[in-house]
């Protein structure tokens, strides 16, 4: 079963720094590897994706700038390095792995950032 697992969340002052991981297990033919974040009373909202056949990756309007998407296809590993943290970035992230016709979502974790 296609799993994944994110980590490297937690508690960080305003202006630091997180990197997020996300490791997808199981037997997976993913195209791309996306973040999405919810905050407290919030919708989901998209954060970035990556396509691993190649190109930029793409990010929200919210975030570009201060976030930075990469991967490792060999290892089904996706990152999201993000600087410069906000208290309105404090939400759970959660990955997403996807095919063209599937999308297995992570079970988040949780970024809280301090003012």
């Known amino acids: 079963q296609v799993q994944p697992v994110e980590s490297g969340g937690g508690l960080v002052q305003a202006g630091g720094s997180l990197r997020l991981s996300c490791t997808v297990s199981?037997?997976?033919?993913?195209?791309?590897m996306a973040w999405f974040r919810q905050a407290p009373g919030k919708e989901r909202e998209f954060v970035g994706r990556l396509t691993w056949s190649g190109g930029s990756p793409y990010y929200a309007d919210s975030v570009k700038g201060r976030v930075t998407i990469s991967g490792d296809n060999a290892k089904n590993t996706v990152y999201l390095q993000m600087n410069n943290l906000k208290p309105e970035d404090t939400a759970v992230y959660y990955c997403?792995?996807?095919?063209?016709?599937?999308?297995?979502w992570g079970q988040g974790t949780q970024v809280t950032v301090s003012s």
């Open positions: 199981g037997r997976t033919f993913s195209t791309y």
């Open positions: 997403v792995s996807g095919t063209p016709t599937s999308t297995y």
